[in-house]
């Protein structure tokens, strides 16, 4: 049996931002026809491997091997021209163009002189999503379809293009248990024609189950690539964090408290339907389910940005409706996005301005006036309390790292002294000391200032470890209620894939 | 706590170098006559007509729209004054009331549609412009309206200890938005959500009022110009000065705003505005049409774009 | 076929052009006879080929208001030309504005691409540099007394008729290329890959760029696709008014976008039919028309078309609103 060639090989690769080193003498080469699973933590440097491994950006140390043929270097389009292709978390699609077109966009370059002919491409785009038995209309615009259909079409794009490597960036997020099973099968049915996978997930059982090998990647540095035989889930984690993962609960039960907030029935038609749940004083409530199983929807309306179609919220006893997301931070609840960079910050300005921009009512003096001084002075002493690690109160909030972003995010609301604050998968792309750091602090603030906490997430580990009562949601109903001491971490995943 | 010179602190100093070499130029040109008292003279009284109507432009530039359409309310704001002072009897201070109002009333149309009906600010103040422009036309049918009582010319024309009155006038309205950018909590929603108009609604901004103010900001700041304007000249007319609208874009940029939004302060922009009526009025004393005017204007905000850009390096 | 969304757009402005019709009718009878039409479709054959280009330029997501500035120096050049040269060839004539126009739509292309700043603010301050040296050189002279073979060629028509007064009158030859343009324009937006690219980069630049797209090409395209017509326009506009007046075009930049939004071509890009802009100059022709025939006031058409491009530029935006609402994803 001749030695499997690797289809890209990246060598002594170190890339650098500025003073931050990103890779660290890294190897990395992938066979052909294998699943390789890449794990590591944000900041691991798993992004930048993906970039430099496509070409996007260029290392300052390495060479790269493409088929065993050194690339000196090696640009987007010369990646994609040999094969190695990406399908990115944010898709990469065309919204206003069909599935079909979306598809096979990419033949626009290679046959630029012949004519667009429609009935050939969506006959070919109906064979190709054949082959995934996925059921889409071809000319369907894009733009209308649901997230999980969209990647559906992302990833045909990949496999329509004859790659010869496909690297999935988070690729099952969306996508129901079902859903993935199907992907995995026909990653395994591409894996026989020797079409080779790079499958990047925080989802370390599915990295498991798909993969023939995986690579840990841990602040920069490559700790090493082991076949699937030689890997539990727990020594994953312990590679990829370098300390034992507890998911003991680090939460006392709590005593019968006051009802703070209690939502019975709500109902958004294509979100989520029949929600009823009650939050105590000082509780955490976990609602932990997959992205579009409806826990962000449901957060949303809470905080008044998307009024449901039915149901009712009740504030400590008294029904209320939000007409807009300011009704409901006047009445006391606080929102941390899902999405960090485009929801919560305001990248180019200031820190100052991003920690005081809820409560810039409070700072102005009789006349109406706020002298920048001011912000500057609430943003410091909140970088004290918070342990927000910035260069200065005016430096521009991109400057920081993503832990200390999310802190920033975190601190605005805590100066709004909330009854109740939604946390939104808030430890996503934060590195491990910044997660316990977040973990500490809603514990904080549950604790001592009594404040109820939504915890919104898709990690079995963090809700066991840090709620008091976990809530399982799947496609847009609450399907379980646990106690943390009721289930562990596998049974709770059961429930969720359902 | 110090930060280290960003990329905008040198794009500034290069451009004051640019200023710096243009102007020496034009007086040597002008064999310094750019200098003599009569040119400085007329240039304080022209600077604030462009620099009122740069201050209007400002705002909604910072939340990253424009507003094309300042030059025609300001010159609808002059012809209602004028209508109501000449054919009506309306005593100065009542006309210039009436005129402000229906500035005002436009731009409430204006930021209701941009602001809550979310059309793009570039298309809807483009057909205000016309459209405004029109109801100027109607009114004065094409004719000059001349003929002000004096009190109101000392508006245009006047000084106040020895300051002519339009500097006055612009004195305070950069005062009054210098406040209200930078001393209040409006200034920073504006510059927040010119940067990241998602994030400032996540974060219970009212985006929409925001947007409302800042074209209501901007038509009042375009009938303040209007009323300096025809008191200047003592004469209203319905599409005077449409050329002023890319000097308005110019000095903004120039200044330190960026098209984008999220940035941009007073001090900048009231400098450029100065070195831009020096420029005009230089151009003026070669004795250069009006036409080879704006084609310098032209190249010269596309050399200022491709000097920021080359010192920019990677955008954000 | 595709666009499902552009076809409501089309369905709904034929709706409109129809009731549209039928008031003007009703207000002057005058407006649905052969030979008005026929006239408003040969007036407005400038506006109409133009607003084409504008559409591209708009579904890539870009804007382009310095194309009345192309059309007027590319027109001038080819005036100075056939007049001082006594040119008879109408077909060279024809040639001379055309690398013009493409010439100076690179130079907007160039500078887009590599300042990276809004279109908005490149294209006006083109407008201005290209109109100013063109006055400055010309000294606004306006140039007339055309060799007689452009008279001529004016007045060809496909399809003759002879109204009661025994004059001739028909539908002129400039409608027919302006038609002629849509149907181009279409197929090259429609069917072949460069313009599929032009919809892409509309909708997505960010992965156009990583699709490996050339996105300088695809602007280089637009810009200079716009600069083609406005200098094709530029000989239109010539031979509509036989003679050139250089400051005749710039102004109307407003008209054509107003005519493109109307058709259903967005500000943010990557929609736009041209079937749609084709349906949205008619629109304002008719207006225009009707205006004229009922002797309303000069004045108040610019009233009227403010509000109409305020009102189009609503409803635009409107339809975006829900378009936003339904989509869930990317």
Known sequence: ?498 | MKRPRGRRETQSLVLAAVVVFLLVLLGVLTRGRLLAPDSLQSIAFQLPLLGILTLAQMTPMLTGGIDLSIIATANLCGVVAAIAMTRGNVPPLGAMVFGLAMALSFGVFKGLLIAWVSVPAIIATLGFMIFIRGVSLVLTKGYVIAGFPGSFLFLGNGTLFGIPMPFVVFFLCAVFLFVLLARTRFGTYVYLLGSNPVATLFAGVNNGLVLFVTYLLSSFLAGVAGLVMIARFNAAQADYGEYYLLLTVLACVLGGVDPAGGFGRIPGVVVSVAVLQVVATGFNLLGLSSHLASALWGLILLGVIAINRMIGGVET | MLGRVARSTEVYLVGVLLVLSVVLFLLNPKFATLENIFDVLRNNSFLGIVALGELVVLISGGIDVSFTAIATVAQYVMGVLITRYAVESVFLAFLIPIPIGIALGAFNAFLVNRTRVHPVIITISNLNVFYGLLMVISKGKWIYGFPAPFRDFARLKVLTLVSEKGVDYGLSIFTVVWFLIAVVTWLILQYLPIGRKVYALGGNSEAARRAGFDIFRIQLFVYCYIGFLSGLAGFVHAELNQMIQPNAIVGRELDVLAAAILGGASVFGGAGSPLGVVLGVLFIAFVKNGLILMKASAYWHQVIMGFIIVLAATLSAYQQNLERKRRKGV
């Not at chain 1, 930048?48 to 140390?61: D, H, R, S, Y």
């Not at chain 1, 189950?209 to 727990?234: H, M, Q, Y």
């Not at chain 1, 912000?375 to 993503?402: M, N, Q, T």
């Open chain 1, 1 to 498: 049996m001749p030695e499997k060639l690797p289809v890209i090989r990246l060598a002594h690769i170190t890339k650098r931002y500025g003073g931050v080193v990103a890779l660290r003498d890294v190897e990395f080469s992938v066979l052909l026809g294998e699943v390789h699973g890449l794990v590591g933590e944000n900041g691991s440097g798993k992004s930048t491997l993906v970039k430099i491994a496509t070409g996007v950006v260029q290392p300052e140390e390495g060479e790269i091997f493409i088929e065993g043929q050194k690339i000196s270097r090696l640009t987007p389009y010369l990646a994609f021209k040999r094969g190695i292709h990406v399908v990115h978390q944010d898709l990469s699609l065309f919204p206003n163009l069909s599935v079909a077109e979306n598809i096979f966009a990419h033949e626009y370059i290679e046959r630029n002189r012949s004519f667009v002919v429609w009935q050939d491409m969506e006959r070919r785009a109906l064979e190709v999503l054949g082959r995934l038995g996925v059921e889409l209309d071809p000319r369907e615009i894009v733009g209308r379809l649901s997230f999980a259909d969209q990647q559906l079409v992302a990833i045909c794009r990949a496999i329509a293009s004859s790659a010869k490597l496909i690297i999935l960036d988070e690729p099952t997020s969306s996508l129901t248990f079902r859903e993935v099973q199907r992907l995995f099968g026909f990653i395994r049915e591409l894996k026989a024609q020797g079409i080779a996978f790079v499958f990047i997930s925080h989802r370390l059982d599915e990295v498991l189950e798909i993969s023939d090998v995986v690579t840990v990647l841990r602040d920069g540095v490559n700790i090493g690539t082991f076949p699937k035989g030689e890997l539990t889930k727990a020594r994953l984690s312990f590679l990829m964090t370098g300390r034992e993962i507890t998911t003991e609960s680090l939460v006392a039960d709590l005593p019968e408290a006051r009802e703070i907030l209690r939502v019975e029935r709500l109902t958004r038609r294509g979100e989520y339907a029949d929600v009823s749940f009650t939050l105590h004083q000082g509780e955490i409530l976990g609602l932990i389910g997959p992205r579009g199983s409806g826990r962000t929807e449901v957060a949303l309306t809470i905080f008044g940005l998307r009024p449901p179609d039915s149901g009712k919220i009740f504030l400590e006893g008294k029904e209320v409706v939000f007409r807009s997301n300011r009704d409901a931070i006047r009445h006391g609840i606080g929102y941390v996005p899902e999405n960090r960079l485009l929801q919560g910050l305001v990248l180019d300005q200031p820190v100052a301005d991003n920690i005081t921009v809820t409560i810039l009512g409070e700072l102005v003096s009789r006349f109406g006036f706020l002298h920048p001084s001011r912000k500057i002075a609430v943003a410091e002493r909140a970088i004290r309390d918070f342990g927000i690690k910035a260069p200065a109160a005016d430096a521009p909030v991109r400057s920081l790292s993503g832990g200390n972003q999310q802190k920033v995010v975190l601190s605005r609301w805590i100066l709004t002294a909330p009854k109740i604050l939604i946390l939104d998968t808030p430890t996503h792309g934060v590195d491990v000391a910044a997660k316990e750091s977040i973990y500490e602090m809603a514990l904080g603030l549950a604790r001592e200032r009594g404040i109820s906490i939504l915890f919104i997430s898709d990690e079995e580990h963090e809700v066991l470890k840090v709620c008091h009562r976990i809530l399982v949601m799947r496609e847009g109903r609450i399907v379980r209620e646990y106690r943390p001491s009721e289930v562990t971490e596998e049974a709770l995943r059961q429930e969720i894939v359902g």
